[in-house]
């Protein structure tokens, strides 16, 4: 075809010299000949790409020379997460007592002086059983599950704006503090540490499970589930956005002692 384009416009160059018709058929051929090479290109292009789907290896052995290999602190500063049995614990220690004063200082202009929380900032305690009621609120205490979400959050991410700063003692004493304010611990005494951590339960753990759909739902699965005409009766509306709503109106939210 790239033949055939060829000599059609040597044929008309030929014929250029003055003549509109012919010069318009030299334009034409000439926007012909960029379209064919830029097919070509983009052709080249596919082929180039679908070569590298089918041979991966091929493409990941190639270097970009983009960044580096993160080290092996670096990969430490971001691996700190915390699991509920007790996993990735840092060593360290602290008191009620000693967190007190690190949690005014740090914590309490944005959660409150006892976990109330200030302006919008999450509370951190109350809500005891209120979980059943039309505004429950989700407290550590009244509704979290696992202690290690407590500290892995505080290490990872607190004090706003300044995440990381403390230290691992600091880090258990605020820790042991808001505990305290949950009356999860009740001691001003009481010690929290890498080695007793494991000891400490929430009081809703128990109203967390583990995923169970495949047992607990397994009569509801249909091979071929029901596409059109699937309710035995007409859909009818039980209840509206603002009859159930969670969100309190002014004034009624619970208090929190």
């Known amino acids: 075809m790239s033949k055939c384009l060829d000599r059609s416009l040597s044929a008309a160059r030929l014929r ?18 960029r379209s064919l090479s830029r097919a070509v290109l983009l052709a080249a292009g596919i082929a180039v790409g679908v070569a590298a789907l089918a041979s991966p290896a091929l493409a990941s052995e190639k270097k970009l020379n983009i ?31 000693d967190g007190e004063p690190l949690y005014v200082e740090r914590c ?31 407290s550590i205490g009244s509704y979290w599950p696992y202690a290690s979400t407590v500290i892995d959050y505080i ?8 995440s990381q700063t403390l ?22 005494d009481f010690e929290l540490s890498d080695k007793n951590f494991r000891t400490i339960k929430l009081p809703n753990e128990g109203n967390f499970f583990e995923d169970d759909r495949e047992v607990a739902e397994k009569a509801f699965w249909r091979k ?4 059109s005409n699937c309710m ?8 509206r ?17």
Request: proline content about 9%; overall charge negative; glycine content about 12%.
């Open 232 to 239: 035995p009766d007409p859909a009818a509306i039980t209840g």
């Open 16 to 33: 250029e010299g003055g003549d509109p018709e012919s010069r318009t058929l030299v334009s034409r051929l000439r926007g012909n000949e």
């Open 167 to 188: 230290t691992n003692d600091e880090l258990y004493a605020i820790t042991a503090y808001v505990l305290f304010l949950n009356d999860i611990i009740t001691s001003e």
């Open 155 to 162: 290490r990872r991410a607190m004090p706003f704006g300044a």
């Open 108 to 138: 309490a202009a944005c959660h409150g002086e006892f976990g109330e929380s200030a302006g919008r900032w999450p509370i951190l305690s109350g809500g005891n059983n209120t979980l059943a009621s039309h505004d429950p609120v989700k």
């Open 67 to 97: 960044g580096s290999a993160a080290t092996a602190e670096e990969i430490a500063g971001w691996d700190i997460d915390i699991r509920p049995d007790g996993h990735g614990l840092p060593v360290g220690r602290g008191t009620v007592k």
């Open 224 to 227: 071929d589930p029901c596409m």
């Open 241 to 257: 956005a603002r009859v159930i709503d969670v969100t309190p109106e002014p004034g009624q939210a619970p208090k929190v002692e």
